[in-house]
């Protein structure tokens, strides 16, 4: 990549992060309260301020969708707006000047259509004796003319860029005219009374020449919205909205924006709190800059300031994404993973993380509870960062025990991990028992925490169970010790579903309701409690089912086996015992009863396994 893509390609970063900062200004009312004072505010009344609010948040969200060119017109048409404002600061503080220096005439007032006016007395002599004042603000709004003129030129020449033509040289000149409109005046001896409004009457002259150049070319604007619009449209049709708006998060960076916002107003704050103390403590000998107690009041500002709005929020969610994501790469690492769902730690856990904070309200909350909040549903996301850990090794388990393998590192790895995720959630139980009094969010992470250890310890014991049968020839109670691990494991799980849903139910009638929670407890109830007792339900009666039509075949004798001198056509393992199918094969009960999982007739002939009779009564049985 040359340096010019490479600065091309931080330009297209940096210049969308402003927008940013000003959706979370709006949000947290200092911008309004600024431009719209509460006396403004209660005379236009909540319309007037209810749709200036959301004006300024559409004019950044779609400054943030720009394209890159489209976005350097768009700040040169701010940077435009922006010298205007520092021509009208300049011209006023000049008048303020000159009016406590006016000097009226020995006749003070002249009287025209019965007005009284009030001239200067000698404008020259005015001039000599404040050469350096007038000299600079010339000097000031010259230069401030030459760059109005030079970024309205290339705002009209890009409009018409398919129309290059010479540029009228009068606009430019009367643009100089107007930014020196107030000196001009004062030095011909403008009454008093006006030199109030020469300012105002400047910057409305030279804006109205920006504006009228811009609306004699409003066609080549709309028709640019048009084009965009329908390619939009197309892009859409061709390929899907969720394919369009992934294209559109990646053309747009916006993780990295927000985590370059995020940053960016964390480390402004922390010169806010750093300077004046440096400041304070640069001439003392016995104390350092920041004393530890003042980074710990640092560090707590920057957390109860970074989450104050959605906006910070979601910057705060974009920071945590990207330091989890590390940390699954670690474990993935460790594990020697190829899975993919493990690479989705960090995208998940941020996604929990924003779920939880918006749930909990955490953005208007006073800044003490803020902080205790964020503790709160920092514990809760490690415990879930746990069981997140727990699924991405329990596979492992069951790879490397199942699958036979040798290799001694594999199995201390996935070994390390458990004991790592037993012990850190019972030191971090013990330690948040000890430290805090029983709440209904310290019960949520005692369960969270007992659950994955339990969970853990499953998972132990069937990879125990498989070393078992790894060492033998052919265990055939192996499935059902296996069944009955994992039923008693989701019976576990299930218990502490419905727990943590009526622990949420208390949370939510009692403490902090809310739409985002009363969700949540629905797709809680739905995915961890009642998919999960449908789903044991329909393997429980499976098993039933199997086991009564097993129970109907009998077992084969030793003389059979000797006679039939053959392995099972399922496991391909010798037949020490075995089952006998109304067409006379031989298979094992436990592999016959998972065939019977799917289908009811022989593996070898494809005839029914049991007779019409025995059919009937599987079915009352199932009944």
Known sequence: MSWRSALWNTLDVVLRIPPFFVVNSVLNGTLLSIMISDEEQSSLGITVYVLAFFSVIGLCLVLVALSSEQLIYAYSLLLTYGILIASYNFNSTFISNQLENFRPLNSATTSWFSLEFTFQSNAWLTFTENQHAFLGMIAIQCTLAFCYNTLVDELIRTLRHLH????????????????????????????????????????????????????????????????????????????????????????????????????????????????????QNGDSKTRTYLSYEDLVSLSKEILILGCDTHVSLLGMTSIISLLLHYVGQAFIFILDSSRVEDRYMG???????????????????????????????????????????????????????????????????????????ISFSSIMIFYLCSNNS??????????????????????????????????????????????????????????????????????????????????????????????????????????RLAATKINQLSLATADQLKSYADVCAICYHELTSARVTKCRHMFHGVCLRKWLYMQDKCPLCHQAVYSSETNGACSSTEN
Not at 360 to 382: A, D, E, F, Q
């Open 164 to 279: 290059q033509v010479e540029l009228d040289r009068t606009q430019q000149a009367s643009s100089y005219f107007f930014f020196l409109l107030p000196v001009l005046f004062i030095l011909i001896s403008m009454p008093r009374q006006f030199l109030p409004y020469l300012p105002y009457l400047s910057t409305v002259l030279a804006g109205l020449e920006l504006h009228v150049g811009l609306l004699s070319h409003v066609h080549l604007l709309a028709d640019f919205f048009h084009i965009a619009w329908a390619k939009s449209w197309l892009l859409i049709h061709n390929i899907g909205l969720q394919r369009f708006l992934e294209l559109q998060w990646e053309r747009l960076h916006v993780p990295l924006i927000l985590r370059l916002f995020w940053i960016s107003r964390g480390a402004y704050h922390v010169a806010l709190f750093t300077v004046p103390r440096v400041a």
């Open 438 to 543: 029983i709440s209904t969010w310290l019960f949520a992470v005692i369960a969270f925490g007992i659950e994955l250890i339990v969970k853990v310890l499953i998972s132990l014991i069937i990879y125990g169970l498989f070393l078992i049968d790894a060492k033998m020839d052919f265990w055939e109670g192996l499935d059902d010790y296996i069944y009955y691990v994992k039923s008693t494991g989701s019976t576990i799980e299930f218990i502490f579903g419905l727990l943590l849903f009526g622990n949420g139910a208390l949370i939510l009638l009692f403490e902090s309701g809310g739409t985002i929670r009363a969700l949540m407890m629905c797709i809680h109830a739905y995915f961890n409690i009642w998919t999960q007792a449908k789903e044991g339900w329909k393997v429980f009666m499976k098993r």
């Open 347 to 421: 995208t998940m856990s941020a996604l929990l993380f924003f779920i939880l904070a918006l749930q909990s309200g955490i953005s208007g909350m006073v800044p003490v509870k803020r902080l205790h909040r964020l503790y709160c549903n920092t514990c809760l996301l490690l415990m879930a960062i746990l069981h997140f850990v727990h699924g991405m090794v329990h596979p492992e388990l069951l790879t490397i025990s199942a699958g036979r393998s040798y290799s001694i590192k594999r199995h201390a790895r996935s070994l390390c991990v458990c004991a790592f995720l």
